[in-house]
C-alpha cells in the first residue's frame, strides 16, 4: 500500500485512507506481538529504553498540510544513554485523531514511548538510519514524506510522532528508545464556519525614564539605563515586535510611556550612572528611536491600536492594596487620560482607550470596579479566570456581559499561554506552533456556530517568543478555519447565552499573582510624593517643569512591570522621592548666627536663596519672636512679609524690631506657602538686646565732658607755645614743630548685609524690599552680627 500511494494524481478517499491504515495495522500485528513479547521478557529495560535518546523536533513544515503537499521533518537525536546505540532509525509515525481540546493537553504532558497511542511507523524509504549513535552524541536528521501517504482521515488534529529505535550491548533487541510527539492538524476540505480570531499584539516595556530633567529650556530627560537602546537594536525584543507584527494582521495593544521614552531618545537625553553621574545618549541610539518609530508608524497604519493608560498601571495591586490611599485612583485617572494624546501625537493613530487589561486577565469584583474607574468599560480577562460552570460542550464567544454596562472580554487560556518559558531552542517553538494550531482547529470543530476568539498573550514576550507567536499566527491566517477580526469586533460580538458571565470571587484570586502585588507601603509612599509635589508646586512661576515629570515618575511606580521586582520598585520611587525632596531644598532660608541689637529698634534682615532655575512666588516669611516681652517683631510676637525670587537669585527680607528689655530673645524665621503650609526647615537664630539705660548715658556724658575740657587745655598750651616761638623768632635747632593732625577721613563703616548697609547714596528703609542679588553663599553669617538701627 506504501508504494501505491507514490503514483502521482491520486489522492485517496477517507474512506480509502481509513481500509489502508487497517490493512496496516493487520499486517503489523505479529511485529507487535513480537515487541509485546519482548516487553514481557524485560519490563525493566522497556520502562527505561523510551528515555534513552532525546528526540527533537526543530522543523515542521508546512505546518498546517493539506492535500498534495509533502511533510518535512527535520531535527536531531541524541544518545543521552552510557551505551552506545547500533541499528537506530528514526521513524515518523500518526497516531490516533484527537478530538477533544483537553485530548489534546493530555498527549502534550504524556511523556515516553506510548504503545498504541504513538501509531505505528510510516515505514518504507520515509525513515533515516544510523549504524551507530556514540553516547553523548547528537545527529541530524531530515524526513520528507507525501502527506497521502501518511493515511490520514477526515478533518482533525491527529497525534504525530518522531521516534529513534535501535538496540544497546544492555538490551540486545530493537526497541524504541526515544520519542518526541507533536500534532498535525489536517483539514483538506475546508471549514463550514470559520472562528473569527482576534490576537493581540503586546508593546509594553518597563519603566526607562526617571523624574529628573535637565536645566535647559527643552528639559533633557534623564534615563534609568540604556536597556532600550537594546530592545530597539537589530535582533532585540521590541524590534522583533514590530517587524514580525508589520504582516500579520493583529490588533497593537499599547503602552503610551514606552513610545513617550522612544519619542525621547530621538532627541538628546542623558543616561544615569554611577556616582550622581549622567552620560549623553549616543547620535547611533537616537538613530535606532527614530528607524523603530517611523516602522511602527507603518505597521500600525492599517490596524486597530488600543492604548493602555500611561505606564500600564497594575490595577489588581491597585484594587487590593491602593484604593483605600488618597490619590492613588486619581493616578489611574491621570494615566488613562494622557494615553490617548500620546499615542495620537507620536503615531498619529487614534488609538482605542475603551480596555482595561489586568495582568493574566485575571479579575474579582474589586479589580473590575478599578477598571472601569477611570473610563474604560471593557476588561480583558481570560477564560481560567472566568471559567464555564454551565457545562458548554464548546468554548464560547469572548464578550461577556457582567453588569453595570461592562463587558469582559474572555482571552482563550490555553491559545494565550502557549509561548511562555524559553523559546530559543527550535524545537521547543515548534512544538508550541503545532499545539496552537491544533487547538485552534479543535476549537472550530466544536460545533458550527460561528464564535469570537480573542488570544492575549503575556505583556512583554522575549524575541524568541515573539518569533514563536508570529510563525502561529502566520500559519492560522493560511490555515482555512479561521479569520481575523479587531479587538473592538470582539468586544461588540452577541454574547453566547450560555457562556458565564459571573465574575469570581476575591477569594479566588490566583494567590501566586497576589505575591507580586504592590504592597499598600508602596501606594503611601507614593502618596507622600505627590504631596510634596503639591505643596512644591505652588510656589513656582512654571509648576509644568516640575508637575509634568514628577506626575509621569509616579505613574511609572504603578506599572505592572515591577511585578516580581518589588527591590527595584523600592529603589525606583525613593529615587523619585529624594530627587523631588532635592529640588524643593533648593528655596532656603540661609542660617544666620548670634544677632546683637543696641537700641530700643532696628531691623532684622532675613534671606531667602532660591538655587531652581526658575522663580518662586506664593511663599510668605514669618519672623517670630519666642520672647515678646523682651523682643517685638513688627509690632507683635511676629511678623510675615511675601517673597519672590528670581531663579539662581537671593532676596533679603527686613523685619523692624523693638526692644522692650535687655537680654537674650530666640528668633525662628520660616517659610510659608501662601495656603498657609510650612515650606522647607525653619532657622532659629538668638538676638541679644543691650539697651542704652540712664546710668550708662550720664557715664557716657561725663566721659564726653572729660575729652572735651583735655582738648581745651591742649588748644591753651599750643597757643601759648606757638605766641613764645613768634617772640623768641625762628628756632635755630633744626628741629620743626609738630604739624597739625591729619583730618579723619570720612566715615568708611562697611555694610552689614546685602542691601542694607548704613552710609549707602539712597539708603533704604526698613520695610523696603530689597532688590533681588546674586546667589549668595548658604553659610551662616558671622558671629556677632549686628543690625540696623
Known amino acids: 500500500m506504501a508504494e501505491a500511494a507514490d503514483f502521482q494524481g491520486t489522492t485517496p478517499s477517507p474512506a480509502r485512507r481509513w481500509l489502508r491504515r487497517t490493512g496496516a495495522v493487520l499486517a503489523g500485528a505479529p511485529l507487535l506481538a513480537g515487541l509485546l513479547q519482548l516487553s514481557a521478557a524485560a519490563p525493566a529495560e522497556a520502562a527505561t529504553g523510551s528515555e534513552t535518546v532525546a528526540v527533537a523536533v526543530d522543523s515542521l513544515t ?183 507584527g508589520k504582516d500579520l494582521d493583529v490588533t497593537w495593544v499599547v503602552d503610551p510611556d514606552l513610545l513617550a521614552s522612544v519619542d525621547a531618545m530621538t532627541r538628546s537625553y542623558r543616561v544615569q550612572g554611577e556616582n550622581d553621574t549622567t552620560t549623553a545618549g549616543t547620535r547611533a541610539d537616537q538613530e535606532l528611536a527614530k528607524r523603530w518609530l517611523a516602522a511602527l508608524q507603518g505597521a500600525v497604519a492599517d490596524n486597530e491600536v488600543v492604548a493602555l493608560p500611561f505606564a500600564d498601571p497594575d490595577l489588581a495591586s491597585l484594587a487590593h492594596n491602593g484604593t483605600a490611599v488618597t490619590g492613588s485612583l486619581g493616578h489611574l485617572k491621570e494615566a488613562t487620560d494622557v494615553a490617548a494624546d500620546t499615542v495620537d501625537s507620536i503615531l498619529h493613530v487614534e488609538p482605542t482607550t475603551d480596555f482595561a487589561w489586568p495582568v493574566d486577565g485575571a479579575v474579582d469584583p474589586s479589580i473590575v470596579k478599578v477598571a472601569t474607574s477611570a473610563g474604560a468599560d471593557k476588561v480583558i480577562a481570560r477564560s481560567d479566570s472566568l471559567e464555564e460552570t454551565a457545562g458548554l ?209 532696628a531691623t532684622i534682615p532675613v534671606t531667602v536663596q532660591n538655587n531652581l532655575v526658575q522663580g518662586v512666588d506664593n511663599l510668605v516669611l514669618r519672623l517670630t519672636s519666642t520672647s515678646p516681652r523682651r523682643l517685638k517683631i513688627g509690632g507683635g510676637a511676629y511678623d510675615e512679609q511675601p517673597v519672590t525670587v528670581s531663579g539662581g537669585h537671593a532676596q533679603t527680607v527686613k523685619f523692624t524690631t523693638s526692644a522692650e528689655a535687655n537680654g537674650q530673645a530666640e528668633v525662628i524665621a520660616q517659610l510659608y506657602t501662601e495656603d498657609g503650609q510650612k515650606y522647607g526647615d525653619r532657622v532659629k537664630f538668638d538676638v541679644k538686646v543691650t539697651e542704652f539705660t540712664a546710668t550708662v548715658m550720664l557715664v557716657i556724658g561725663g566721659g564726653f565732658l572729660l575729652l572735651v575740657l583735655a582738648g581745651l587745655r591742649m588748644y591753651t598750651q599750643r597757643k601759648r607755645a606757638a605766641r613764645a616761638a613768634e617772640e623768641n623768632g625762628p628756632d635755630t635747632s633744626g628741629e620743626t614743630a609738630d604739624g597739625p593732625e591729619n583730618p579723619e577721613g570720612p566715615d568708611d563703616r562697611p555694610t552689614e548685609e546685602s542691601g542694607s548697609g548704613a552710609g549707602a547714596a539712597d539708603p533704604e528703609q526698613p520695610s523696603d524690599p530689597s532688590p533681588d542679588t546674586p546667589a549668595e553663599s548658604a553659610d551662616p553669617s558671622g558671629t556677632g552680627e549686628r543690625v540696623d538701627r
Open 62 to 244: 508546512p505546518s498546517v498540510p493539506t492535500d498534495g503537499d509533502t511533510l518535512t521533518v527535520s531535527g536531531t537525536v541524541t544518545n543521552n544513554g552510557k551505551q552506545a546505540v547500533t541499528d537506530a532509525q528514526v521513524d515518523l509515525r500518526v497516531g490516533q485523531e484527537l478530538t477533544t481540546r483537553s485530548g489534546i493537553d493530555t498527549a502534550a504532558k504524556t511523556t515516553g514511548y506510548q504503545q498504541g497511542t504513538d501509531g505505528t511507523p510510516v515505514g518504507g524509504k520515509y525513515i533515516e538510519k544510523f549504524s551507530k549513535l556514540t553516547p553523548g552524541v547528537s545527529e541530524s536528521f531530515s524526513i520528507s514524506v507525501p502527506v497521502d501517504d501518511l493515511d490520514l482521515g477526515g478533518n482533525g488534529i491527529y497525534q504525530f510522532a518522531v521516534s529513534l529505535s535501535g538496540e544497546t550491548s544492555a538490551q540486545p533487541w530493537p526497541q524504541v528508545l526515544g520519542v518526541q510527539r507533536t500534532f498535525l492538524p489536517w483539514q483538506p476540505d475546508g471549514a463550514d464556519t470559520q472562528t473569527k480570531t482576534t490576537v493581540l499584539w503586546p508593546l509594553i516595556s518597563s519603566a526607562h525614564m526617571t523624574a529628573q530633567t535637565g536645566s535647559n529650556e527643552s528639559q533633557t530627560p534623564v534615563f534609568r539605563d540604556n536597556d532600550l537602546a537594546k530592545e530597539l537594536a537589530p535582533g532585540g525584543r521590541l524590534e522583533q515586535m514590530v517587524s514580525l
Open 393 to 601: 460542550t464548546y468554548t464560547p464567544s469572548a464578550a461577556r456581559p457582567i453588569g453595570g454596562g461592562t463587558t469582559a472580554v474572555v482571552a482563550d487560556a490555553r491559545l494565550s499561554t502557549l509561548f511562555r518559558g524559553d523559546m530559543t531552542r527550535a524545537s521547543t517553538s515548534t512544538l508550541a506552533v503545532q499545539r496552537f494550531l491544533a487547538q485552534s482547529l479543535a476549537l472550530n470543530l466544536q460545533t458550527d456556530k460561528q464564535r469570537s476568539i480573542v488570544v492575549a498573550p503575556q505583556r512583554m514576550p522575549t524575541a524568541g517568543q515573539a518569533r514563536a507567536l508570529a510563525e502561529a499566527v502566520t500559519a492560522l491566517e493560511g490555515g482555512g478555519w479561521t479569520e481575523s477580526q479587531d479587538l473592538t469586533e470582539a468586544a461588540t460580538a452577541k454574547p453566547d447565552p450560555g457562556a458565564t458571565t459571573k465574575v469570581p470571587s476575591a477569594s479566588d484570586y490566583p494567590s501566586a499573582l497576589r505575591k507580586q502585588e504592590l504592597q499598600r507601603s508602596a501606594f503611601e509612599q507614593i502618596a507622600a510624593t505627590q504631596d510634596k509635589l503639591d505643596k512644591f508646586k505652588v510656589i513656582l512661576s512654571d509648576e509644568s517643569r516640575v508637575v509634568t515629570p514628577f506626575g509621569r515618575a509616579m505613574n511609572r511606580e504603578m506599572s505592572t512591570s515591577w511585578r516580581g521586582r518589588g527591590t527595584e520598585a523600592a529603589v525606583y520611587r525613593n529615587d523619585v522621592e529624594t530627587y523631588l525632596q532635592s529640588l524643593a531644598d533648593q528655596v532656603t532660608l540661609i542660617e544666620k548666627s548670634e544677632t546683637k541689637l543696641s537700641g530700643r529698634s
